[in-house]
């Protein structure tokens, strides 16, 4: 957007300052949607700012980089460079957490092209006796600037007379701006002069103390969302607590999952999330494998969440109460683990707005309400909420304090089940309402849909978002997936969470049950992004057999009570536990956009680098979870400060085996069965 495209009144231009501008700031990156989105960041993130920024002529500029936390009173200023091509750029860190403003400033820089001009015309052998009292002027002006007080020419007895108004005591800057401006004005120091007006002295001075004439601003202030640390950086596990208890037949509770907080921390785990744990309903309640007909027993899919027990703002009884869930939330907190809600915006038949708010659901022309459906799936035992309803106020308010609710309780976190399907415009101000009370909250967006819709509710205000890693398998669809996350405009909003599989989709890339397929898939996502996931003992376990035909499981846990072997280990597990270590120990995998793919020539050998400062980290894998596959890396050397003839060692920090390279070009084979990739740290 440019800041130029303005009307101007010929007549009265004089009087217009805006008219005498002549700067051109266009093309800002980045800049969501003409800045009407923030970008995303975490404390500690480095914004990157570009600009094409020009004007007539052939005047030197100068352009300002201005940002402040939204409590600040005052902007922060950084000086701006010169890229190629009238591109310019700077950047400055965000510290705290919460919103930040940034916006820029450019003008012609009237002493540089000076000094410019200056340097052409001595080179050429003209004497600038006039020049150097044009320099005198502008010193006078830096002068000023600096807390002096420039020479004044004032009426007097004689003809030419003046008076000299000088400070008692000025700074050093001062004193020196003076003394060169005097140097200009003396003929009889003519070649000093002219060394001086070619120094760096000037040119610092210059820049010190700029002289801002009829700046141009960008028409925009432009918002950064700065969440805390854990929405960059986080280790998810999904289970359902009702499947936590280890006794055949019994209902798990929030004590039991407690029980299992040692594990799951120990194995690397952050984030505990827990689909809904609400009260159940029985009308139209599903049984096992999603039958229509429910035996006896049969405890419901969690989805349909109300009962006359209570709704969204309840806890379903066998699961224990309130002040149980808060002393779960605060034991995980022991155990440096935080509890996410699943928000469902659906309701069963049983649920209490369903009698108390009927206008909050569509009705069919015979007067019922309309199940849920995703043809051809049904969901007979929900009721979609009508967003398009006239009480649709009343209906957000209710929404925002069942969140405030949770908030209540503790919860920081909160997966959202189907974002996708309901209002943007509700989400902007949903999360925007409750960060106003709880600034630190998370949403995670559960959306499997079109890309634009995923990348949409990204810029209305979710912290993370799922994505198509699931369905990304090859070495190409993994590479190219990466660039569109990490090398176009999703980088600055769109942060990615992987995960191999949910409790809703079993992919058929892992229902042969192979296991290097599911160590791959596993190493993958977590390496890949700094957000990742798994479906818990499902995955841990390598569970895989589907519902026939579908991407789904058999047998699934949202129908039924499972009864996990919580003491089993594998091969899985222990690359779980040991990744997740590696993950909390190098800093390079706690960032998503640091990624650079290296060439290798093999079309199933990904090779990628992950740098944060000195933590330097190259990652192998055979994307083929059947056959050994061999290769060589090319390791862009130059970046990391290696010599083309320079030994190096790589540390595979999985197996602990070291390895010296040289040059760019290395050798790598990868067995499946053995161990299907490398994750090396470089120390040179």
């Not at 000086?79 to 950047?91: E, L, T, Y």
């Not at 089993?568 to 190098?586: A, D, M, P, Q, S």
């Not at 330097?616 to 994307?623: E, W």
């Amino acid at each position: 957007m440019r800041v130029t495209h303005q009307t101007y009144d010929c007549m009265n231009v004089s009087e217009n300052l805006t008219g005498q501008s002549r700067v051109v700031i266009e093309r800002v990156s980045p800049e969501l949607d003409g800045g009407l989105y923030p970008i995303k960041a975490v404390p500690g993130d480095v914004i990157a700012v570009e600009a094409d920024i020009f004007a007539d002529g052939h005047d030197y500029l100068t352009a300002v980089l201005l940002f402040k936390h939204i409590d600040d009173a005052n902007w922060t200023e950084t000086a701006m460079a010169p890229i190629v091509n009238d591109r310019w750029g700077a950047s400055f860190v965000v510290e705290k957490q919460g919103k930040y403003l940034y916006t820029l400033e450019s003008w012609v820089d009237h002493p540089g092209s000076w000094q410019h001009e200056v340097h052409l015309k001595v080179a050429d052998g003209q004497r600038i006796t006039s020049e150097l009292l044009a320099g005198a002027q502008y010193l006078d002006g830096m002068l000023v600037r600096a807390g002096g007080v420039a020479e004044q020419k004032k009426g007097g007895k004689g003809k030419g007379a003046k008076t000299k108004s000088e400070p008692i005591s000025e700074s050093a800057d001062a004193k020196a701006i003076r003394e060169m401006a005097a140097l200009f004005r003396d003929e009889s120091r003519y070649n000093e002069a002219v060394s001086v007006a070619e120094s760096d002295q000037f040119t610092f001075y210059a820049s010190r103390y700029p002289e801002r004439q009829h700046v141009t601003r960008y028409s925009h202030e432009l918002g950064v969302e700065v969440d805390r640390a854990r929405a960059g950086f986080s280790n998810w596990y999904c289970l359902f607590p009702r499947s936590a208890s280890r006794v055949e037949g019994r209902h798990g509770t929030f004590k039991d999952v407690e029980a299992l907080l040692p594990r799951i921390s120990g194995m690397g785990f952050d984030v505990l999330y827990l689909p809904p744990i609400h009260p159940i309903g029985t009308a139209h309640r599903k049984g096992k494998n999603n039958s229509v007909i429910c035996q006896p027993g049969e405890p419901g899919v969690p989805y349909g969440i109300g009962s006359p027990e209570g709704g969204h703002d309840a806890i379903h009884p066998e699961l224990g109460t309130v002040e149980e869930f808060k002393h779960l939330i605060a034991i995980a907190a022991n155990y440096g683990m935080e509890v996410a809600m699943d928000l469902a915006i659906q309701c069963s038949p049983d649920h209490p707005w369903a009698k108390e708010h009927p206008e909050w659901f569509k009705k069919r022309p015979d007067g019922t309400i309309q199940y849920a459906e995703n043809p051809p799936k049904k969901y007979q035992d929900i009721y979609p909420v009508y967003f398009e309803t006239d009480d649709w106020q009343n209906l957000w308010e209710e929404l925002k304090r069942v969140l405030i609710v949770w908030a209540s309780w503790g919860v920081r976190i909160v997966r959202v089940d189907n974002p996708h399907t309901k209002p943007f415009g509700f989400w902007e101000w949903v999360i925007a309402e409750v960060k106003k009370e709880f600034p630190d909250m998370l949403f995670l967006a559960e959306a499997f849909t079109r890309p634009k819709v995923m990348q949409e509710l990204g810029k209305r205000g979710f912290a993370q978002s799922y994505t198509y890693y699931t369905w990304r398998n090859t070495k190409y669809e993994l590479e190219q997936y990466m660039m569109e996350l990490t090398q176009t405009e999703m980088k600055y909003y769109y942060r990615p969470n992987f995960w191999p599989t949910t409790h809703d989709i079993n992919p058929y890339s892992l229902q042969g049950g192979h296991e290097p397929q599911f160590l791959i898939r596993y190493f993958l996502a977590a390496t890949l992004v700094s957000n990742y996931g798994i479906y818990g003992p499902s995955f841990e376990l390598m569970e895989h057999i589907p519902f026939p035909n579908k991407e789904e499981y058999l047998n699934s846990e949202k129908y039924e009570i499972r009864l996990w072997d919580w003491d089993r280990t594998n091969k899985l597990t222990y690359l779980i536990t040991l990744v997740n270590r590696i993950r909390h120990e190098n800093a390079a995998l706690q960032i998503t956009n640091n990624i650079q793919f290296c060439p290798v020539n093999d079309d199933a050998i990904m090779a990628y680098l992950k740098i944060k400062d000195a933590n330097r980290l190259l990652i192998v894998v055979n994307t083929d979870a059947y056959s050994r596959r061999a290769g060589v890396v090319q390791v862009p050397i130059w970046q990391l400060g290696i010599g083309p003839e320079q030994y190096y060692q790589v540390h595979d920090l999985l197996t602990g085996a070291y390895y010296n390279w040289q040059g760019e070009h290395n050798y790598v084979e990868l067995d499946p069965y053995s161990l299907p990739m490398h994750l090396f740290r470089i120390e040179v």
